[in-house]
């Protein structure tokens, strides 16, 4: 997980991670407000920090009932409440420091995780595909994108990019969307041929089989890319177009 996505979650945390707590002079004690507790607990759980310390919570009082309250002796309360505050503490700390290194990211902004590179010449073909795709997309009069690396973390790579208008970050989104489609006709098209190819069919019709799927997949691709212009651009700019067109099938390479 992105530490700009942990540094948003921890800040929700600080405020969800609430309770209740009222000691009365019988050793009654009450806890309140338990099903916020449970969510925010889940939640937490979900970054894949603090682990241990939340499941030792999986046994107690909040989550062995569904109720919004539960009473206790005030001795087993006090424990849990123990517990309870030191996670709170940890949360509030890991909050912190996520705060200091997080940075912030313009509503502008994309994030985009890098494949995996073992060397320089993998970076600068990832960041020449991506270059190409953002400023043939987007730096145009109508859309007037930008593009721009605002920031990088460790780790798997990933890459905030600041494309400088709503309508970039959209026409971006939406060729991407689109690309995932197409991907996903590919991959069907793949497993037809596999099982034509396991029925044993001449070679002659298995050519004509992929010939028609390749027409059916570049009548796609222009739909698609004629779509996002239409979506995105007014006018008819068949260069534009065209761009739209190859920058999809860069996505698919």
Not at 63 to 72: A, E, I
Request: net charge negative; charged share 30%; aromatic share 8%.
């Amino acid at each position: 997980m992105k530490i700009k996505e942990l540094k948003n979650i921890f800040s929700e945390l600080v405020q969800e991670l609430d309770f209740e707590y009222k000691e009365n002079s019988n050793n009654i004690t009450y806890f309140r407000k338990l099903t916020g507790l449970r969510k925010a607990l889940n939640k937490l759980e979900t970054t894949g920090l603090l682990t241990e310390e939340i499941k030792e919570f999986r046994s107690t009082a909040i989550f062995t009932t569904n109720k919004d309250n539960v009473t206790l002796n005030t001795a087993e309360a006090r424990q849990l409440k123990i517990k309870l505050d030191n996670l709170i503490r940890l949360v509030r700390s890991l909050n912190s420091s996520f705060e200091e290194i997080g940075g912030e990211v313009s509503e502008n902004s994309i994030s985009i995780k890098l494949p995996e590179i073992t060397d320089f010449d993998d970076l600068s073909k990832f960041s020449s595909d991506f270059h190409k795709i953002f400023t043939q997309a987007i730096v145009n009069d109508e859309i007037n994108g930008q593009v721009r690396i605002d920031s990088v973390e460790n780790g798997s790579i990933w890459l905030d990019v600041y494309l400088g208008t709503t309508a970039a970050v959209t026409l971006i989104g939406s060729l991407t969307w689109s690309a995932a489609v197409i991907f996903k006709k590919i991959k069907e098209g793949q497993l037809i041929e596999q099982h034509v190819t396991s029925l044993k069919i001449k070679n002659d019709s298995l050519k004509e089989i992929q010939e028609k799927q390749k027409q059916a997949l570049d009548l796609m691709i222009e739909a698609e890319a004629k779509s996002l212009y239409d979506e995105s651009f007014e006018g008819n700019d068949n260069e534009q177009i065209e761009r739209l067109n190859y920058l999809l099938k860069c996505y698919l390479v």
